[in-house]
């Protein structure tokens, strides 16, 4: 399946439309409330079969972009971040080797997509009330228990066929399909089956403890606090999120930290953190709870060893810990069969996790493919500002991770790399190959 040179702006910007969406995450919910918004009709397939998801993740760093999109679509009055007024990088001994003033907000996933759910088809749940609709809102259906398995071009559109965990087969037509299936995309493998996903050499080690069980010095390096310990081939973060139920006040807040360990492919050590406690090899993420108990304990004894106290306290204190495996992926393009198919978010291109950008890139291209289909930018326009942020930020990732994990950098050098990742985004300027369409 070819793409096409037709440009279907004008014809997404006539009329009521019915647009399917793949995958229902993060980066499907925010296509699916853009679009509901403007009175389209949506209909959201979900590969997982229970009608929620749930610890999907745990950590979110709130960039411009992710702050906009809940302060556009959001109509729940809540919190929806933590605060963090420093950045500071800490030595081997725990002491503050540098730091400097910066606000950031944190968010958690399940807060993010709860907000999101309750918005897009109204589940009920202890993060928010449901909000009042619009009149003048698209229809919002909410299917799990669909993966896809194939996509055919119509006359009048698109069919995106499906089956359930139970064997039921059936399809659904559409005007547009969005694929928002994520870094290993259903969609994109059918239309652009030679993009891989491939593995980047290391791991992210994840986990959270609740600020008020531990000790003041963990308190002190991590609450309000975005703090970073580097060495060769490790690199590891912390900073607060909410806690239960999106909880953002003192003593209930979540110390979420992430750690960047090298394991080379196909060595028994990448082998033993990806095999569950089931004896299940895992190919990218290993979920909360699942994590073999003697694997997480060998990591427990690594962390005391080569980490800041601080930081090892947290690690060895999670008691929930996952484990996702860094890759690369990119789409050479975000659309495809005459634009009746368009890729968002992870689907187009998955950053590696140094960028704090995953969240912010999926509420974007929410947000400019809105306009696009509103007819308020041009096919041409929406183009250069999804791909352009799409192939710079997944570049600056492969540079970050790689400077991080496989090269022996002064402290400088990450903390300038960091600081160039917390650019906003509409202060960026794309190279030209960036843009190319």
Not at 372 to 394: C, P
Request: net charge negative; proline share 5%; glycine share 8%.
């Amino acid at each position: 399946m070819a793409q096409g040179e037709e440009q279907p702006g004008a014809k997404l910007a006539e009329g009521k439309k019915h647009f399917v969406i793949v995958g229902g995450s993060l980066g499907g919910l925010a296509a699916g409330l853009a679009l509901k918004e403007l009175g389209h009709d949506t209909t959201i397939l979900e590969r997982n079969p229970t009608p929620v998801l749930e610890h999907q993740g745990a950590g979110i760093v709130a960039g411009g972009d992710t702050l906009a999109f809940f302060k556009k679509y959001n109509r729940c009055d809540r919190p929806i971040a933590v605060t963090s007024h420093r950045r500071q990088y800490l030595d081997k001994d725990g002491n503050v080797t540098h730091k400097e003033d910066m606000d950031q907000n944190m968010t958690s996933w399940d807060l993010a997509y709860y907000l999101m759910r309750t918005n897009y088809d109204g589940v009920e749940n202890s993060y928010c009330k449901v909000p009042d609709g619009k009149p003048t809102d698209g229809k919002a259906v909410h299917l799990h228990d669909r993966t896809v398995t194939d996509i055919q071009a119509r006359a009048a559109g698109i069919e995106v066929f499906w089956t359930s965990s139970g064997g039921e087969q059936g399809s659904i037509q559409a005007d547009v399909l969005i694929g928002a299936d994520g870094p290993s995309s259903t969609v994109r493998s059918i239309l652009a089956p030679e993009v891989q996903r491939v593995y980047a050499g290391y791991c992210a080690l994840r986990g959270t403890v609740r600020e008020d069980e531990v000790s003041d010095a963990a308190r002190e390096a991590f609450c309000e606090r975005f703090t970073f310990f580097h060495r060769r081939g490790v690199q590891i973060l912390a900073y607060l999120i909410p806690g239960k139920d999106g909880a953002v006040e003192p003593g209930r807040r979540l110390i979420n930290f992430v750690y960047y360990t090298n394991f080379p492919e196909g060595s028994p050590e990448l082998e033993e953190i990806m095999t569950d406690r089931d004896g299940k090899r895992r190919r990218i993420t290993m979920p909360p709870g699942l994590t073999a108990p003697e694997a997480w304990e060998k990591q427990r004894r690594i962390a005391r060893e080569r980490l800041p106290p601080q930081f090892a306290e947290i690690v060895c204190a999670t008691q929930r810990p996952f484990v996702q495996a860094v890759t690369d992926v990119l789409s050479p393009t975000n659309e495809f069969l005459d634009g009746r198919v368009v890729l968002i978010g992870d689907a187009l291109a998955g950053f590696r996790p140094h960028t704090v950008a995953s969240t912010s890139q999926a509420a974007f291209d929410a947000m400019v493919l809105a306009e696009y289909v509103a007819g308020k930018v041009s096919r041409e326009e929406w183009k250069r500002q999804t791909l352009g942020f799409a192939r710079f930020i997944q570049k600056r990732g492969v540079d970050m991770g790689n400077r991080s994990q496989f090269e022996d950098l002064p402290l400088e050098e990450h903390i300038h790399d960091r600081n160039v990742a917390s650019v906003p985004r509409e202060k960026e300027v794309y190279p030209e190959w960036a843009t190319a369409i």
